[in-house]
């Protein structure tokens, strides 16, 4: 069995320092992240096995660079060769902290350089929005409901998937409120207004508890493929004619929200962002051209 096939089978006994740095940083992760920071891990030790190296141990910058450098050579782009290295990277950097090596060879190995195209990353407008969450309605209660989680409350395709009745039963100083638990398992409130309500309360229907949104024909919770399927027949039934995604929606919630003159700081804490940079990649990606700042130039300068 190889070193990559053995990175998370091993026995104890026989564990590796390497097998231990890899185990213990994975160990920091579950889910989608996790089964996603594994597959980096493999590759990497896979690339090191090819290359008679040992994945931890005496590993020097130059070999980081020229695993960065492979991985552009089997086709990758730039943005994706920046993503498999996000494990290798936290790989050695908490091997560096725990003690096993005395260096990091990855912190200053050199990635791709990305250069977004910010007018690339739109969602909806505020009349695509308005239209969305108008004719979600018109499909079923589920599908209403799903929308306004994303569109409004800028929930991510998993989180509005996990909805349950109970979760919005609350009452904090006067306005209904949603609790769920968030990307990384941070738990979060927040209030629902009185359209999300409806909606909500519409999608409900007689029921007191249990998952809300549900498989119209079925009746059967909704998982995160479904978000997906439903969010694509709502952008087909009103005529938005580009790919959305759930992933659009967010996108659109939080971008309207500062397009109606909510604070960067306000819109971090809807987005529920830990890293304000963040939220400003969104406030950069708004591409809005009524408020851009040509248009206040230009008036200044006309005296106007």
């Known amino acids: 069995m190889s070193a990559p096939t053995r990175l998370l089978s091993f026995q104890p006994a026989t564990m590796s320092t390497a097998q231990l740095a890899a185990v213990s940083y994975l160990a920091r992760y579950s889910g989608r992240t996790h089964a996603l920071y594994s597959f980096q891990l493999r590759e990497w030790f896979a690339w090191c096995e090819s290359n008679g190296l040992d994945p931890l141990l005496g590993v020097q910058r130059a070999h980081v660079e020229l695993y960065i450098r492979s991985l552009g050579d089997r086709g990758l782009m730039d943005s994706s060769v920046n993503t498999m290295m996000h494990a290798v990277r936290g ?4 091997a560096h902290i725990d003690g ?3 260096s990091d060879p990855a912190v200053y190995a050199r990635l791709p ?7 690339r990353t739109q969602g909806l407008d505020r009349l695509e929005l308005i239209r969305f969450l108008q004719v979600a309605q018109t499909i079923t209660v589920h599908h209403g409901a799903l929308a306004y ?3 409004i409350n800028a929930l991510r395709a998993s989180e509005a998937a996990a909805v349950r009745i109970e979760d919005y ?4 100083r006067g306005h209904r409120v949603l609790h769920l638990v968030g990307k990384g398992n941070k738990p979060a409130t927040m209030p629902v207004t009185v359209p999300v309500l409806r909606a909500l309360e519409a999608c409900r229907g007689q029921r007191t508890m249990g998952p809300l949104v549900l498989r119209p024909v079925s009746g059967k919770p909704i998982d995160r493929r479904d978000v997906y399927r439903m969010v694509a027949r709502i952008a ?3 005529g938005i004619p580009r790919h959305i995604s759930p992933h659009s929606l967010r996108h659109a919630a939080i971008t309207n929200a500062l397009d109606a003159g909510v604070p960067l700081r306000d819109a971090q804490i809807l987005a529920r962002h830990a890293d304000p940079r963040t939220t400003e990649h969104y406030h950069r990606a708004r591409g809005n051209p009524d408020r851009h700042g040509v248009h206040f130039l230009t008036a200044y300068v006309a005296g106007v």
């Open 149 to 151: 989680l994303l569109g």
């Open 100 to 102: 096993l090596i005395t």
């Open 113 to 119: 350089k990305i250069h977004r195209d910010e007018t």
């Open 91 to 94: 790989y050695f950097r908490f």
């Open 169 to 172: 039963a609350d009452t904090m």
């Open 236 to 238: 087909k039934t009103a």
